[in-house]
């Protein structure tokens, strides 16, 4: 994925991040500075280097609707809002990671959540199948169906590292992400409360374009071996 298609991508009427900068600024000027980005998402990744302003982002709280009560927290969802400059790397790295999944066959097959071309019917469609063809041979079908809670924040760091050098990605890509997953911190802001700066280094940020195949990596040997 080249940097003028991540830049394309930018939903424009999303809520900036701490440096205020909106995605409709980027898009109007991605002729101009794309050359600039490339460089600098490059530069990035062959040193495997997050700069540390990137790695500071602000968590807003909304609250659910239709709660009974909203003195407890989970009657609130947080929402992060990364710096912008951020996400378009995340989008540069989520698409080579995911080009390079599909190209050496890097995730199980029956893997379909988060891949292009795979869409909940798909998964309908081999799930049915596979419960017809027990049928067939006279079997009973027995399904599991796991609720992950927290999925992204329970990520293990070391697992995540290891899973992906394990399906061979390459470790420029590896120490890339090892970086953008370190100290990280986030201010939370409710009403007209704003906290200090909070660390954050644990599990996958939410909202990152880049969380999602990051976490197919991490559960993956769970689907390898059906």
């Not at 991540?6 to 109007?28: C, T």
């Amino acid at each position: 994925m080249k940097c003028q298609d991540a830049l394309a991508d930018l939903s424009p009427f999303k809520a900036p991040g701490p440096s205020g900068i909106p995605n409709a600024a980027l898009i109007h000027c991605a002729d101009i500075i794309r050359g600039t980005y490339a460089n600098i998402l490059n530069a990035c990744i062959q040193l495997h280097y997050h700069p540390p302003a990137w790695k500071k982002f602000t968590t807003i709280t909304l609250r659910k609707p239709g709660k009974p009560s909203y003195l407890v927290p989970k009657a609130y969802r947080p929402i992060a809002l990364e710096d912008t400059s951020s996400k378009v790397l995340e989008s540069v790295v989520a698409r080579r990671l995911a080009g390079l999944a599909e190209m050496h066959g890097l995730l199980p097959a029956n893997h379909f959540g988060g891949r292009a071309g795979r869409t909940t019917t798909d998964a309908v469609l081999f799930l049915t199948q596979r419960v017809k063809d027990a049928w067939r041979k006279g079997h009973v079908a027995t399904v599991l169906f796991l609720d992950i809670t927290s999925a992204f924040p329970s990520v293990n760091h070391a697992r995540l590292l290891h899973n992906l050098r394990k399906r061979q990605v390459p470790e420029d890509l590896v120490l890339w992400i090892q970086d953008f997953l370190s100290d990280r911190c986030t201010q939370v802001k409710f009403d007209d409360f704003t906290s200090e700066p909070l660390h954050a280094s644990s599990g996958l940020p939410q909202g990152s374009p880049l969380s999602p195949i990051l976490y197919l990596f991490y559960s993956a040997d769970l689907l390898a071996s059906y």
